[in-house]
């Protein structure tokens, strides 16, 4: 029946791959298979011939994962193919595994991308796919919406985009507006997000941006992290000559002049004593999110209401 090679991480385009090959063949039996799960001989039993000559699909998932034992069983399948099976191999990228890859590649697979979706335009270009496939329309302003609110996962991206569709009157273009309704504003946000809220003493909104920053998949170190850098970034900017500007202490302080700038006014509501307590916070926060607290959450919050009421030290 043929071979096949999923390459990429993306599970939500691997999955699709997997599904829409396998209704090429609806009356096979499926076999799932995973490397990390597989020992020596499971492999072969799982690929011998079939005693009905019944059609089969058997999915090897993580291929990257297969050990050497593992790897040379399915090359020896290679050599004499079961005309009545399908094989799928799905390597998820990297230097592991690479070498039957490109084994696989030299038979002349069907070869299929399942390569994460990083960029905006790239995540625009699948919704606006997603709507084409429902026979939808949408606008511009509504699928960076969508990319505001979901981008950071697909599953979620392609979930809201069938809700969308099947939701929404047909004969109407969906816009921003109905995305801001059925998605309930969720907008995603980053550590240095809830960072601005802090310096600017923001604490309901510092805690929003924390909020949607985590929903949203943001690990707590990278939002301390942020916390840190601008905190930083103010030591060094309030500790300059005041007399120098931006473009003249730029190479003192290894920082460019907009994030001088930007610090500058920041600094304006703070004083020596707020900063130097600010300070004291963040590193127990920072011991709080490697271990030492028992919810890195609540201990982001109570670290962020420390932090804005800082400002306010005089």
Same mark, same amino acid.
Request: aromatic share 4%.
């Given at each position: 029946m043929g071979l096949v090679l999923i390459q990429g991480p993306e599970a939500l385009l691997a999955d699709r791959v997997i599904t829409n090959i396998s209704?090429?063949?609806?009356?096979?039996?499926?076999?799932?298979?995973?490397?990390?799960?597989?020992?020596?001989?499971?492999?072969? @039993?799982?690929?011998?011939?079939?005693?009905?000559?019944?059609?089969?699909?058997?999915?090897?998932?993580?291929?990257?994962?297969?050990?050497?034992?593992?790897?040379?069983?399915?090359?020896?399948?290679?050599? @004499?193919? @079961?005309?009545?099976?399908?094989?799928?191999l799905w390597h998820k990228g990297g230097v592991k595994g690479k070498g039957l890859v490109d084994k696989v590649k030299k038979l002349q697979p069907e070869v299929f991308s399942a390569e994460l979706?990083? +960029?905006?335009?790239?995540?625009?270009?699948?919704i606006r796919s997603e709507f084409r496939g429902f026979g939808r329309k949408i606008t511009n302003e509504a699928v960076q919406a969508l990319i505001n609110s979901l981008g950071s996962d697909l599953?979620?991206?392609?979930?809201?985009?069938?809700?969308?569709?099947?939701?929404?009157?047909?004969? +109407?273009?969906?816009?921003?507006? @109905?995305?801001? +309704?059925?998605?309930?504003?969720?907008?995603? &946000?980053?550590?240095f997000d809830v960072a601005d809220a802090v310096v600017d003493g923001k604490t309901a909104e510092a805690l929003i941006s924390l909020r949607n920053a985590l929903a949203t998949g943001t690990d707590p170190v990278l939002i301390v992290s942020a916390l840190a850098s601008s905190f930083r970034t103010l030591a060094k900017v309030s500790g300059s000559s005041k007399s120098l500007s931006s473009y003249e202490?730029? &190479?003192?302080?290894? $920082?460019?002049?907009?994030?001088?700038?930007?610090?500058?006014?920041? $600094? &304006?509501?703070?004083s020596e004593?707020?900063?130097?307590?600010?300070?004291?916070? $963040?590193?127990?926060?920072?011991?709080?999110?490697?271990?030492?607290?028992?919810?890195?959450k609540y201990a $982001?919050?109570?670290?962020?209401?420390?932090?804005t009421s800082a400002r306010r030290t005089r």
């Open positions: 209704s090429r063949f609806p009356n096979s039996q499926i076999s799932n298979l995973y490397a990390g799960e597989l020992e020596v001989g499971m492999i072969t @039993d799982s690929l011998a011939p079939s005693l009905f000559g019944d059609q089969r699909i058997v999915i090897i998932r993580d291929t990257q994962d297969l050990t050497a034992e593992c790897t040379d069983e399915v090359l020896a399948y290679l050599e @004499d193919e @079961d005309s009545n099976l399908l094989l799928v979706i990083k +960029k905006d335009s790239e995540k625009a270009e699948f599953r979620e991206l392609c979930a809201a985009c069938s809700q969308l569709a099947s939701d929404v009157a047909r004969e +109407k273009t969906i816009d921003q507006d @109905d995305v801001a +309704k059925y998605q309930q504003g969720r907008v995603e &946000s980053t550590g202490l730029a &190479s003192s302080l290894a $920082l460019p002049p907009w994030q001088i700038e930007k610090a500058k006014r920041q $600094l &304006s509501g703070w004593s707020g900063l130097s307590r600010a300070v004291i916070a $963040l590193a127990a926060l920072d011991a709080d999110i490697k271990g030492v607290a028992a919810d890195p $982001l919050e109570r670290a962020l209401m420390t932090l």
